[in-house]
């Protein structure tokens, strides 16, 4: 049996009825039962400043605490401008800093982006990607999760209506699974691709 491991979910939309909210909380309903997902806020984050480090602000220090004990990391984030929102982009940067002491180095990671227009959020999706190669987070490549037209999977009361979409994080998930598994076992163990569902 896999070993429980602790996820960092890091969700890059600020907004309340945040279509990528959505996403990650079906993620974490449709997720193995050794994966324990765990939500880590980034929106109370003061902007990175080096200058603040000798005496590094509360929000700060609750993030890097909050993301140092996990295993893995599970970003689900939209696209702004063609790159990943600034609220992702500071959290990586608070969470990666005093330099040699970032909270992410070498933890399992995977991204699903989701927007309402035609591409998925593409864009943000591979600048994350680019950043993770940087902080030493390697990254799952397959399946990819680019989920265009987002809005239009979910019914009148916010429910998932989008039983293709629901099969598609499904896959995600479990493909996650292993993912972090074959990183985090030991040599000479094989990770199991069997989950339910």
Same mark, same amino acid.
């Given at each position: 049996?896999?070993?429980?491991?602790?996820?960092?979910?890091?969700?890059?939309?600020?907004?309340?009825?945040?279509?990528?909210?959505?996403?990650?909380?079906?993620?974490?309903?449709?997720?193995?039962?050794?994966?324990?997902?765990?939500?880590?806020?980034? *929106?109370?984050? /003061?902007?990175?400043?080096?200058?603040? &480090? #000798?005496? @590094?602000? %509360?929000?700060?220090? =609750?993030?890097?605490? +909050?993301?140092?004990?996990?295993?893995?990391?599970?970003?689900?984030?939209?696209?702004?401008?063609?790159?990943?929102?600034?609220?992702?982009?500071?959290?990586?940067?608070? *969470?990666?800093? /005093?330099?040699?002491?970032?909270?992410? &180095? #070498?933890? @399992?990671? %995977?991204?699903?982006? =989701?927007?309402?227009? +035609?591409?998925?959020?593409?864009?943000?999706?591979?600048?994350?990607?680019?950043?993770?190669?940087?902080?030493?987070?390697?990254?799952?490549?397959?399946?990819?999760?680019?989920?265009?037209?987002?809005?239009?999977?979910?019914?009148?009361?916010?429910?998932?209506?989008?039983?293709?979409?629901?099969?598609?994080?499904?896959?995600?998930?479990?493909?996650?699974?292993?993912?972090?598994?074959?990183?985090?076992?030991?040599?000479?163990?094989?990770?199991?691709?069997?989950?339910?569902?």
């Amino acid at each position: 049996m896999p070993q429980d491991r602790r996820i960092a979910v890091i969700v890059g939309s600020l907004r309340k009825e945040s279509y990528n909210l959505r996403i990650a909380c079906i993620l974490a309903e449709l997720a193995p039962p050794h994966l324990s997902l765990e939500f880590v806020e980034i *929106g109370g984050l /003061p902007l990175y400043n080096e200058d603040l &480090e #000798k005496d @590094p602000p %509360a929000a700060w220090r =609750a993030f890097r605490d +909050a993301v140092r004990p996990a295993e893995a990391l599970l970003f689900v984030t939209p696209e702004y401008n063609r790159s990943m929102p600034g609220a992702l982009k500071n959290a990586l940067d608070v *969470g990666s800093r /005093p330099y040699g002491s970032s909270v992410f &180095e #070498k933890k @399992p990671g %995977a991204v699903a982006t =989701a927007s309402q227009g +035609a591409i998925g959020g593409f864009g943000s999706n591979h600048h994350l990607r680019q950043s993770c190669v940087f902080l030493d987070v390697p990254m799952m490549q397959q399946p990819e999760a680019y989920l265009s037209n987002v809005q239009k999977a979910f019914g009148e009361d916010g429910t998932l209506a989008d039983a293709s979409l629901k099969k598609l994080l499904q896959r995600f998930i479990n493909a996650y699974a292993d993912w972090v598994e074959k990183l985090l076992r030991g040599p000479g163990e094989i990770a199991s691709d069997q989950h339910p569902g």
